[in-house]
């Protein structure tokens, strides 16, 4: 199962540099254990037949800690012009959390300016990774680190501003203009002319209009913002594009900004399924998941609800995502489907159902619902607002159950739940913010919590590929590792966001516990290239007994000896532009002066294979595998970890 118990300690160790870990595979669970099996998590238990590949994983709609992900290609987010952004001649602040490199062009991160002659505002960064403000004057001050979470704010008080990088002070001046806006804010680029995207992060962004919340040094939040008093705008923090203060303005997406859990927090707790959940994964190509006929399943004229939580990685034409029945032409069969701008709750053939306005955005969650209470009110609802209710006497006789048959999802979903006598919601509500449970007259339940190979820091999904597969007999650390028999075995991880695997020019750290069957000719341990695609993208394998690292189609740093079973520790780590390759802690071959901008791409790495080729699988064992983006954790030799990698 997916949560990680830690004995014999009472207090599990953090990890500074959580809040940087991007994959972290600790290989824990029952032998022989793959990411295939889904289970239903109501008190009937039905069988739950797996389709195509789906598999499961540890991404969720919950928690805390979320950013924005812009790819610098036309991307933005904008909110309609509303006097909350016209600050006049009062205080205000502007803040938020950057993640980016400094590519030698301005990138703006929010832009207010108006088309009047009140004073324009805009803050941005430079090309070398300077704080930039814009009142109508260009001011510079205040260096942030590329490549890591900086936080910038931005406080008038009393006619002074200040713009401050990392809660120090970058550079201030004086102004007490009509500060106004009077045209749609946007967040990502600049308003006019549409130029200076940005390519990052960006998490947690408020506006507090007549506040200023920072009048000296100060030390940046570690948790998530809040509404405090006077908050105009606080979004970027969401599992959804969403502004969270009680104004609640629609945030509009543009290009394909995409919603992430790689965020400038730590979490406060390690991933739990009964706390964060997890979900199944449908990769578009012929994935779905049944239960067999059941009475369950068959709502009949009553009460029912049918819901679940849905991310997009893209958005078609899709068709039904929730059905009961196998059958596609019975009248007596209950759907839930998209198509055309249209969320429909329906019989099959479109009788007698509930019809709602409404076309999805990729990169972020949705909760989706539909019910029936007992005066025959069919309602449709979306992230708990109500759009739409009709009257319904269907009778809604099939007695199967599927998920995403007929659609080819290319996304997530979660708390996928069928309760069979209860309409659970019949007004507008808060969507969950917990797993849902299996409450009473809860036919079904479907969480896609029971991979055994997942991914801690709640990025990445591992599809199981062949028989790899948990072992309880052979581990370094904790109840298993992963097993891989050199023959068709390996792991793709799939993310919502792939860039959160790309290092870019910035430092990065790749790591793990590795235990050899066999050191005949090359095995790949961790490969982040494209199908027979030479990039820049790092691939950590051995040759015989030699450990190797290769990028853009050279073998860039080669030493070492390793031999069957016994555990080594690896890890390539890069720091400036000094990437090294150690064993058991000790630096082998040379230092590679690297200035590559490391990419990564979709179902990328591949872990137990050459992903390039599918070729050169692994035979043998890894263990606590991590990747940690923006850090470079080891530039010397070092003593290899003693214990499991923390999970917070």
Known sequence: MLDRILIGSSVEPTDPNFRNVTLLLHGDGSN???NNTFLDSSTNNFTITRN???TQGSFSPYGSNWSNYFDGSADWLSVADNSAFGFGTGDFTIETWVFCAFNGAIQAIIDGRPSTTAVPWALSITGTGVARSYDGTVRTGGQLTANQWNHLAWVRSSGVNSVYVNGALGHSWT??????????????????????????YISNLRIVKGTAVYTSNFTPSTTPLTAITNTSLLTCQSNRFRDASTNNFTITRNGDVKVTNFAPFAPSSAYSTSTNGGSAYFDGSGDWLTAASNTAFAVGTG?????????????SNINEFLWTSASDTTGGRLVMYYSGGSLQLVAAGGAGGTSASWTPTAGQWYHIAGSRDASNNQRIFVNGELLATATSTNNYTENGFGVMRAANLNGFMTD????????????????PSAPLTAITNTSLLLRGTNATIFDNSMKNYLETVGNAQISTSVKKFGTGSMVFDGTGDNLICNLPVPDDLAFGSGDFTIELWAYMNSVSGIQVFYDGRPASVQTFAPTLYINGTQVRYFVNGSDRITGGTVATGTWYHIAVSRSGTSTRLFLNGTQIGSTYTDTSVYTNTASRPGIGFDANASLYYLNGYIDDLRVTKGIARYTANFTAPTAPFPNK
């Open 175 to 200: 102004n007490s203009g009509d500060y106004g806006s009077t045209r749609p804010l946007v967040i990502g680029r600049t308003l006019s002319p549409e130029t200076d995207y940005f390519n990052g």
């Open 52 to 54: 195509g590949n789906t």
């Open 32 to 34: 022989g254990a793959q």
């Open 303 to 315: 009460q029912f609800t049918l819901e679940c939580w849905i991310y997009f990685n893209s958005v």
């Open 416 to 431: 996928i739940r069928l309760v069979k006598g209860t309409a659970v919601y019949t007004a507008a509500f808060t969507p």
